[in-house]
């Protein structure tokens, strides 16, 4: 079985930052994109960020753009997102996805362009 599994979130205080980590859990499965979404409560899930696996063009939402970073280490099959300047407004469950299939720039904000999920990680930024 094929799976996400998303750490390093936490609470931090405004301003501060934090590392998160998305790798695969079970059998080795082909990913062209990987991307970072949220979802605070009573929100619609949000495109965070995306980073393409091939040829590593990356994309950002513009609430995160210019704070946030996403990155990918190949050796540890593990892609990154270092959030820098958090708002209180960035609370939220932070989900890591993956595409099978290359994404065109115009698509990678969807959700539903993603064929695996993890189950996320909780990131809460204090005033």
């Known amino acids: 079985q094929v799976q996400l599994v998303e750490s390093g979130g936490g609470l931090v205080q405004a301003g501060g930052s934090l590392r998160l980590s998305c790798a695969p859990s079970g059998r080795t499965f082909t990913r062209s994109a990987v991307a970072w979404f949220r979802q605070a409560p009573g929100k619609e899930r949000e495109f965070v960020a995306g980073v393409d696996l091939n040829g590593g063009s990356t994309y950002y939402g513009d609430s995160v753009r210019g704070r946030f970073t996403i990155s990918r280490n190949y050796a540890k099959n593990t892609v990154f997102l270092q959030m820098g300047s958090l708002k209180p407004e960035d609370t939220a469950r932070y989900l890591c996805?993956?595409?099978?299939?290359?994404?065109?720039?115009?698509?990678?904000?969807?959700?539903?362009?993603?064929?695996?999920w993890g189950q996320g990680t909780q990131v809460t930024v204090s005033s």
């Open positions: 996805a993956a595409a099978y299939l290359p994404l065109s720039p115009s698509t990678w904000f969807h959700e539903r362009q993603y064929d695996y």
